[in-house]
């Protein structure tokens, strides 16, 4: 019997639910352009392209006078260029998010040295450094050590973030500056945390686990990198057109989980196709991990 497993923590976080509805709302009201992917899911971004929604990445081709900020976020300085250029914002940006912005503001305030623990190229880190010319973006050991001595630093991490990752990066930091201050916030989400840990578990008691989310999705990739450390074989799909039969065999323990930008369709999907095939078998199940 080929068994299936859902994680006890997956999909669609309240601040991507929040955004989504928000977009459409704002698409329903008129012509509305998004500056960016509200999230990093193809099938998310087309689905509010259906209801209405323009996608853009350069402010300089936005025609609308209405515009969306991802769930990511911006920096201030471009929401005051967007502004200036004459558009009305609405932010659908994760409240989470701004926890992050607030957190590295308050410690540039009380004069430490900005760090932020993420990816350089992604939007919600953009978002941060652009606000703070000159600090340190650091996602590897190499990164730290590549930093330069300051009296204080103060670290926050991109919010999709591995909890080990960070933590190991600011124990870096702190054996490598032994004489600085380091002061570290914790802008991990909570929800990043959960699926995390939840995928942990989820690995660890099964033969394959399915792990569904966009390619360009950092907290889904993530993801993949959790369950690898817990089961060999790891498949990530965008979608259920994606799966191929030949990943599966009689009497395997297969595990689901979902990043946060995946909507309960794409799992729902993704369960369907592997609860049929477990139905060729001798027979089939389906558990909350």
């Known amino acids: 019997m080929m068994k299936i497993l859902r994680a006890s923590h997956l999909g669609w976080c309240f601040g991507v639910r929040d955004a ?10 008129g012509p509305v352009t998004m500056l960016g992917e509200l999230v990093h899911n193809p099938a ?7 209801a209405g929604v323009v996608v853009r990445h350069d402010p300089a081709e936005v025609q609308t006078r209405r515009v969306l900020v991802t769930a990511h976020g911006v920096s201030r300085a471009r929401l005051g260029e967007l502004r200036r250029l004459g558009h009305e914002v609405q932010e659908t940006t994760c409240p989470l998010v701004h926890r992050a912005h607030a957190s590295l503001d308050d410690l540039v305030s009380k004069g430490f040295h900005p760090v932020i623990i993420g990816q350089r190229d992604h939007v919600e880190v953009r978002g941060m450094a652009e606000d703070h010319p000159g600090c340190d973006v650091v996602l590897t050991e190499e990164d730290v050590d590549q930093m330069v001595p300051r009296t204080r630093f103060g670290v926050v991490s991109q919010t999709t973030q591995p909890v080990a ?3 190991g990066l600011v124990a870096r930091i702190r054996g490598r500056f032994r004489g600085s201050e380091v002061e570290f916030r914790d802008t991990v989400c909570q929800p990043t945390k959960d699926r995390q840990l939840a995928a942990e578990d989820l690995a660890r008691g099964c033969t394959v686990v399915v792990v569904v989310g966009g390619r360009g999705s950092n907290n889904t990739l993530r993801l993949v990198e959790t369950c690898k450390g817990g089961c060999r074989r790891v498949h990530h799909v965008e979608g259920a057109g994606e799966l191929e039969r030949a990943w599966f065999r009689e009497g395997d323990t297969v595990g689901v989980t979902a990043g946060t930008s995946t909507p309960d369709w794409e799992i729902e999907a993704v369960e369907g196709v592997l ?12 558990d909350e991990g």
């Not at 998310?44 to 259906?50: I, N, Q, T």
């Not at 609860?275 to 389906?286: K, N, Q």
């Open 20 to 29: 989504v509805r928000d977009a459409r709302l704002a698409a329903a009201a």
């Open 165 to 167: 990752r960070v933590r």
């Open 275 to 286: 609860l049929g095939w477990a139905g060729m078998g001798t027979g089939m199940g389906r």
């Open 44 to 50: 998310v971004v087309e689905s509010l392209r259906r």
